[in-house]
C-alpha cells in the first residue's frame, strides 16, 4: 500500500501528492504537501487543475476546495 505522502499518490476524491513542501503544517509535527486536484470538471473543461497546501495527515481524505467544497488549502 502507498503512502499518503508519496509524490503522485491519488486519493479517492483525485487530489493528486506533487510534493512536499517542507514548510510546517497547522497539525502537529506535519508538513505541508502540495496537491492538485485531478477531478473532471466536464468531458470539454477537462481536469479542475487547482493546486493547494495540505497536512500530510489529511491527503489521505481531503477534497478540492475550489470544485469540491473542501476546506480551503494552507498557505505555503
Known amino acids: ?3 499518503t ?4 499518490y491519488r486519493n479517492k476524491n483525485n487530489q493528486v501528492v506533487i ?4 514548510k510546517p503544517g497547522n497539525d502537529h509535527n506535519q508538513k505541508i504537501y ?4 485531478q477531478n473532471e470538471q466536464t468531458a470539454a473543461a477537462g481536469i479542475c487543475g487547482n ?7 489529511d491527503i489521505w481524505q481531503r ?4 470544485c469540491q467544497g473542501g476546506a480551503k488549502g494552507l498557505s505555503y
Open 51 to 57: 493546486l493547494y497546501g495540505a497536512n500530510g495527515s
Open 63 to 66: 477534497k478540492c476546495p475550489r
Open 5 to 8: 505522502t508519496n509524490v503522485s
Open 1 to 3: 500500500m502507498p503512502k
Open 19 to 22: 510534493r512536499n513542501t517542507g
Open 34 to 37: 502540495e496537491l492538485q486536484c
